[in-house]
């Protein structure tokens, strides 16, 4: 079972940030946070990670909170390519590691 | 260049046959993957392979049987096909040995529909 939970659903407006919690309050200290997304009709793309600090890469910023137990997804400037189902996953084990998929969250991104 | 590729893309077949699905990795990783994504929109990992011996296997029916001739590729076989095998397929690879992210890279997925 997956050991994160994301709101179903976000709307954003195109332009504006979309700021995308999720909770892991599970997480234990060797596990990293990651993000990936899912456009429609097409595989999962990896986003970006983390282990304790905020972390920032071309596509997005990730916030992590001190204790760990809870993170956000930045995308700075959204556009309408953006939307998507976003996965949280908390990883386990480190070699041939599975990822466990939840639910995501559906984001939309409006004109 | 596709890293991770698969075919075919779609692949609508009888209830009963046999069939497989293809993959390949371009990308030099040592461990590849088998998801499964049904009607539901739920990825769940089917088994995993790291140079080409099995590491993951989920509680798949015995009709699947993965396939690894190199560490480049690895197959899904499924015997006796199912309505309820109907789903999109997701082959991935990631580099687990060393340093790194460990990212998963995903192929653009297999849709799979039994009738």
């Known amino acids: 079972d997956a050991k994160t939970t994301q709101p179903t659903s976000m709307d954003c407006a195109e332009g504006r940030a979309a700021n995308l919690p999720c909770n892991h309050s599970?997480?234990?200290?060797?596990?990293?946070v990651y993000w990936y997304r899912q456009i429609h009709s097409q595989g999962p793309q990896y986003i970006i990670h983390?282990?304790?600090n905020n972390e920032t890469n071309e596509m997005a910023s990730l916030i992590i909170t001190e204790d760990r137990k809870s993170s956000t997804l930045i995308l700075p400037h959204a556009t309408l390519r953006d939307t998507a189902v976003y996965y949280c996953?908390?990883?386990?084990?480190?070699?041939?590691?599975?990822?466990?998929f939840g639910q995501g969250t559906e984001l939309s991104v409006k004109p | 260049d596709t890293a991770v590729s698969q075919t075919p893309k779609y692949l609508v077949t009888q209830m009963g046959n046999d069939k497989s699905i293809k993959c390949e990795q371009n990308?030099?990783?040592?461990?590849m993957y088998w998801y499964k994504q049904d009607s539901k929109k739920f990825l769940k990992i089917m088994f995993s392979?790291?140079?080409?011996?099995?590491?993951i296997n989920e509680t798949v029916p015995n009709r699947f049987s993965p396939k690894s001739p190199d560490k480049a590729h690895l197959n899904l076989h499924i015997n006796s096909l199912e309505l309820g095998d109907s789903a999109v397929y997701f082959c991935?690879?990631?580099?687990?040995?060393?340093?790194?992210?460990?990212?998963?890279?995903f192929g653009p997925g297999t849709r799979l529909l039994v009738l």
């Open positions: 983390g282990l304790k």
């Open positions: 991935a690879s990631s580099q687990e040995v060393g340093g790194g992210a460990k990212t998963q890279y």
């Open positions: 599970t997480i234990s200290g060797n596990e990293y």
């Open positions: 996953i908390v990883r386990v084990g480190n070699q041939g590691g599975k990822l466990i």
């Open positions: 392979y790291n140079n080409k011996e099995l590491i």
């Open positions: 990308l030099g990783h040592d461990t």
